[in-house]
């Protein structure tokens, strides 16, 4: 099984600031379309996870540009710029390129 | 879209159940579905998926040869079979919808609100 590992699992960040999580796969997750089959998600609490990126860097349908994701074969970064209240939560990479799809451990972002 | 989950109850240990996923808003019979679960507190695991005509399904390893996942494109409705049930399975259990239609991308664009299942005697 691919193990995603998520880097830091907190993040305080203050209003305003940009915010940086990283995601490294144990294995290669480009595949021979040159597309990097990785996800990231937000958890807000209390409700269900919302898909944010897409193939490393293609944001969902309605997610405000201030969210933004790189990287590519094992190591990925999601960013958020001007981080705003709305965004506490916790935020999820996921790998899909193979069964069994597997997430991260988790990073909880809250505000100062 | 709209996916609404039902079915989560109270069950012992070696007993089973099934979840529901009833799904509206978009044409049902294109898209790979997946169940992924949580239990309370804990992180996300991806549980199964069934692809938009159900000739392909795939289980994680902790859950095949009990659970079965199933569809039905007639009725808009997506099954997950729960059997031989452990402690370890009491979890939230969300349905989600690919993000493609015939498609396996596994990108998870629309989320029910889950359902939970509790595992206990």
């Known amino acids: 099984d691919i193990v995603m590992t998520q880097s830091p699992l907190s993040l305080p960040v203050t209003p305003g600031e940009s915010a940086s999580i990283s995601c490294r796969s144990s294995q290669g997750l480009l595949y021979t379309n040159a597309y990097n089959y990785v996800d990231w998600y937000l958890q807000k609490p209390g409700q269900s996870p919302q898909l944010l990126i897409y193939?490393?860097?293609n944001r969902a349908s309605g997610v405000p540009d201030r969210f933004s994701g790189s990287g590519s074969g094992t190591n990925f970064t999601l960013k958020i710029s001007r981080v705003e209240a709305e965004d506490v939560g916790v935020y999820y990479c996921?790998?899909?390129?193979?069964?069994?799809?597997?997430f991260g451990q988790g990073t909880r972002l809250e505000i100062k | 879209v709209h996916l609404v989950e039902s079915g989560g109850v109270v069950v012992r240990p070696g007993g089973s159940l099934r979840l529901t996923c009833a799904a509206s808003?978009?044409?049902?019979?294109?898209?790979?579905m997946h169940w992924v679960r949580q239990a309370p507190g804990k992180g996300l695991e991806w549980v199964s998926l069934i692809s938009w005509d159900g000739s392909r399904t795939d289980y994680a390893a902790s859950v095949r040869g009990r659970f079965i996942i199933s569809r039905d494109n007639s009725k808009n409705s997506l099954f997950l079979q729960l059997n031989s049930l452990r402690s370890e399975d009491a979890a939230f259990y969300y349905c989600a919808k690919d993000i493609s239609p015939f498609q396996m991308l596994s990108n998870f664009d629309s989320w029910g609100q889950g359902t939970l299942v509790t595992v206990s005697s």
């Open positions: 193939l490393a860097s």
């Open positions: 996921m790998q899909a390129l193979q069964t069994p799809l597997t």
């Open positions: 808003g978009f044409d049902f019979g294109d898209y790979t």
